[in-house]
C-alpha cells in the first residue's frame, strides 16, 4: 500500500530545490553518515525513528534542526519519523529563528506568551504542526528511549557526556548565529545557518531507502 506524499507549503517546495547537497564536502558528509546509518537502519526494520536534537539552550540550533529534520523526512515521504529537540537548560526559543523559518515558507503561530512563548511550526496544510518551545532534553514532551541523540554544538557534546535512553549518541555541530545577534548581518547569518542545516539534512533524508 503506498501512501501520498504530503504536499509541502509552495515557498517550502521551492527553498528546498534551490538547495545545493552537492556543495557538502567529503568531510562533513563522514560527519552526517552516522545518522544515515542510523535511520536506514530504523526505516529497514519498520520501526520508528526518533530524533532528538541537543543544543545548550535549545534556542536556535537544535530548532532549526527539528523543523528541518521533520520537513525532510515528510518531503521524502518516509512515514514514522518523530524529530524533537532539547536543551541541557531551557530558555526560550529565539524569535529570530521564527522569523527565518518564516521566510523560507513556514507558518508559525504563538500559541502562548509567556518567558518561554510556545509556538505552532506548520510545513504543510495536512499534517501536524510541530511544536516548539525551549526545553531540557530529557523533558516529558520528548521520548524517553528508543532515540538518536544529535547533538548540534560542540557546548552540549562535552556538557553532557551521558544522554539517558538514548540507542546512540552523534555530533553534528554547526557554528552558533548567536555570535550576530543585534548586528547588521543577523538576519543574514541566521537564515545562512538554516540553509545549511536545510542542506544537510535534505542531504541524509535523500540517501534513505524505505
Known amino acids: 500500500m503506498t501512501t501520498t506524499k504530503p504536499i509541502l507549503f509552495p515557498e517550502i517546495e521551492k527553498t528546498i530545490k534551490e538547495l545545493n547537497p552537492q556543495n557538502i564536502s567529503n568531510e562533513r558528509k563522514g560527519v552526517l553518515q552516522p545518522l544515515i546509518d542510523f535511520i536506514q537502519s530504523k526505516v529497514s ?5 526518533r530524533i532528538n536534537f541537543i543544543c545548550t539552550h ?5 530548532h532549526l534542526s527539528q523543523v528541518w529534520a521533520q520537513t525532510m523526512a515528510n ?6 519519523v518523530f524529530c524533537y529537540s532539547g536543551g541541557t537548560e531551557a530558555t526560550a526559543l529565539f524569535p529570530m529563528v521564527g522569523e527565518t523559518l518564516q521566510h523560507s515558507g513556514f ?17 504543510a496544510d495536512n499534517e501536524y504542526p510541530i511544536i516548539g ?13 528508543e532515540f538518536v541523540a544529535v547533538m548540534t554544538c560542540s557546548q552540549a557534546d562535552g556538557d553532557c557526556p551521558f544522554i539517558a535512553g538514548a540507542e546512540k549518541r552523534i555530533p553534528i ?5 548567536k555570535a550576530f545577534d543585534n548586528t547588521p548581518q543577523q538576519a ?3 537564515n545562512e545557518r538554516s540553509l545549511q542545516i536545510a542542506t544537510e539534512l535534505l542531504y541524509v533524508f535523500s540517501k534513505i531507502n524505505a
Open 75 to 80: 518531503y521524502f515521504n518516509l512515514k514514522n
Open 45 to 49: 526494520n519498520n520501526q520508528e525513528t
Open 133 to 145: 518551545f525551549s526545553k531540557k532534553f530529557d523533558d516529558d514532551f520528548n521520548p524517553k528511549s
Open 58 to 62: 535549545n534556542s536556535r540550533r537544535s
Open 173 to 177: 555541530t554547526f557554528e552558533d548565529p
Open 107 to 123: 507558518q508559525i503561530k504563538t500559541m502562548s506568551k509567556n518567558e518561554n512563548p510556545v509556538y505552532s511550526i506548520k510545513y
Open 188 to 190: 543574514e547569518k541566521y
